[in-house]
């Protein structure tokens, strides 16, 4: 009598080995990453970072440790809502830390764990959505260290926000799959927790990403559930996620009514956009120079270099550009019209969207729409792990001819962007009003070499892997390459910008100590004594001492969040 052979214990082993080993490595990569900085270094920069995210966790800290809930901030000039302002993360599991461990390691562990969140999240979203093991590490590795990550490290409510997009898009791909109460209640809290995490434009984003993805794949391939019935299932998820969250939301809300965000000028949200020639930053991402002070190419492009940055890799951009000619195909689609949304948030040619974006309750309030590039790259780092996968499906020869044709096509395009700049700078005069740095037309810095050196290496180790898809060390090429990539523009964006080593000398940093050291008696007269200089310096009207005076008192009170109408504004 005949049978298969029956498993055993090593066989079981091997088997669950393979599931979750991917995941083990992605969660702790980012520890790998950082461990340098774990001690006593401070992982984030010395703006908003160190200012101002820094300092609210740990007020919402101390007061969490001494039993109090943190609804009020006392240190604020005159005093100001704080639970209601969210950016502090109050209701944030991760931020409870801040109440039992030392602030520096709490800080560490928040920025940290978001990374290993993203790229677990995005992994399991991968498979989830059909891509095999290699192309769902692919995409995770793409989107946790892509530039709408990386760049985040000083907006520490927002980098824990954005890793909560994949975990909240796998719920609602699994749901589809397989529908159950427990799935929809997983993604109802996983919506919840995004929201306490303390960035409301990234929550909004992440809402009109569930209903757009949701649309799009509900008359995909056959499932258990009608077309109809699933999208209701997925309204009724986000209904208990807001429900969920409304017990932040609500004063959120009243807050922003009556602060100087009830209304933004629509200047202010155009100047916050993406310059469409900008986008040349996806392949070359140091072409208008390296961010961070001392730069021997110090950033001159249009805003923020951390803003408008939306670099995901070459590897997957190749990826990408090669499964083009599929892009109708029903898994490929809905992340296709996904990044042509983020592109029309973020890009600030397309004027008709800005209104209409600008119009959408909630919208309003946030002006930094560059920020929809964080749909574009997570939209192209499950792209270039679908693409992955399909190429792996077809025969060599078909997926070698695809392939070749995308490599070639980014090389093109690199290479002919890199002629334009160096043979037509007075075009980059005219786009910019002005004469650009010197440097920006020499093809021998690292910022334009850099990345075409990459391009062909990328290239190379993907040619190579289509004609042997299963060779393990193929694959091993293809992560390689890809991982130095990453590393290259996240140390590169690092540089003279994070990490900050103790100890802090200026004084208003000495307050900052004070309250990590809980002693709260020195740490308010020091802010007092700010708060003093900070009124005689607007009765002077001189802009320079306003500027040194506000201090640590400006960055806590949240921006202008919590600025309320008819009240005077540093400014």
């Known amino acids: 009598m005949t ?4 498993r055993t214990g090593w066989d079981e082993a091997r088997v669950h080995v393979a599931r979750l080993g991917p995941y083990v490595i992605l969660a702790l990569l980012p520890f790998g990453v950082f461990s340098w900085v774990m001690k006593d270094a401070l992982l984030t920069n010395a703006h908003d970072g160190q200012l101002f995210n820094y300092p609210l966790r740990i007020i919402a800290g101390n007061m969490l440790a001494a039993g109090h809930l943190p609804l009020w901030n006392p240190y604020s000039f005159g005093g ?15 931020n409870w830390l801040f109440a039992v461990v030392p602030p520096v390691i709490a800080m560490n562990l928040a920025t940290i764990l978001s990374y290993s969140l993203a790229a677990t999240g995005t992994y399991a979203l991968a ?38 997009m994949p975990v909240i898009l796998y719920w609602l791909a699994r749901f589809r799959r397989c529908p159950s109460w427990g799935v929809l209640a997983a993604g109802a809290v996983s ?57 932040q939301l609500l004063p959120a809300m009243e807050l922003v009514r009556q602060s100087t965000r009830a209304a933004v000028d629509f200047g202010i949200v155009i100047h916050y956009s993406l310059p469409i020639e900008q986008l040349s930053m996806f392949l070359f991402p140091y072409l208008f120079g390296e961010p961070g002070e001392g730069s021997a190419y110090p950033y001159w492009g249009n805003g923020n ?44 040619g397309f004027l008709p969207s800005k209104w209409l974006f600008h119009t959408l309750p909630g919208f309003v309030a946030f002006p930094a729409m560059a920020r929809g590039l964080i749909i574009v790259d997570l ?47 007075e075009l980059v005069n005219r786009l910019y009003d002005g004469p650009a740095p010197a440097w920006t037309f020499d093809a021998a810095r690292p910022g334009l070499w850099v990345p ?19 060779g393990s060390g193929f694959r091993s090429a293809v992560l390689a390459v890809l991982v130095v990539d990453l590393l290259y523009f996240g140390m590169l964006s690092a540089k003279g910008v994070w990490p900050i080593s103790p100890p802090h000398k200026a004084e208003w940093m000495t307050a900052l100590d004070r309250l990590a050291a809980r002693d709260h008696r020195t740490a308010e007269s020091l802010l007092l004594k700010h708060a003093a200089e900070h009124d005689r310096a607007l009765r002077k009207k001189d802009p320079v001492i306003i500027k040194q005076a506000i201090g640590i008192n400006h960055h806590i009170n949240q921006y202008e969040v919590p600025v309320l109408k008819g009240t005077s504004r540093p400014q």
């Open 452 to 470: 075409l050196v990459l391009a062909l290496l990328s290239g190379a180790v993907l040619l190579v892997w289509v004609r042997r898809p299963s």
């Open 127 to 164: 498979r989830e959505i059909g891509c095999n093991i290699f192309g769902a590490v692919i995409a995770a590795l793409a989107f946790a260290f892509c530039s709408s990550m990386i760049c985040r490290t000083q907006h520490t409510n927002i980098l824990n926000s954005v890793a909560w």
């Open 3 to 6: 049978g298969h052979p029956q």
């Open 80 to 94: 100001s809502p704080f639970f209601a302002a969210l950016q502090a993360g109050q209701l944030y599991p991760v």
């Open 305 to 348: 270099f951390h803003e408008f940055s939306g670099y995901v890799g070459i590897v997957p951009f190749m990826l990408v550009c090669a499964t083009v000619p599929w892009a109708a195909r029903r898994r490929l689609l809905p992340f296709w019209i996904l990044a042509g949304v983020g592109l029309l948030i973020a890009v600030r």
């Open 191 to 247: 919506i919840a927790i995004q929201f306490f995490a303390g960035h409301g434009q990234i929550w909004l984003y992440t809402l009109l990403y569930i209903l757009i993805y949701a649309a799009g794949t509900a008359f995909g391939r056959p499932t258990q559930m009608a077309p109809g019935r699933y999208f209701f299932s997925v309204l009724l998820m986000v209904g208990l996620g807001i429900t969920l969250a409304a017990v």
């Open 379 to 425: 939209s192209l780092a499950l792209l270039s792990g679908l693409a992955l996968t399909y190429l792996a499906r077809l025969p060599r020869d078909t997926a070698s001819r695809l392939l070749r044709r995308g490599c070639v096509i980014v090389l093109i395009v690199m290479v002919g962007m890199v002629a334009v700049l160096v043979m037509g700078g």
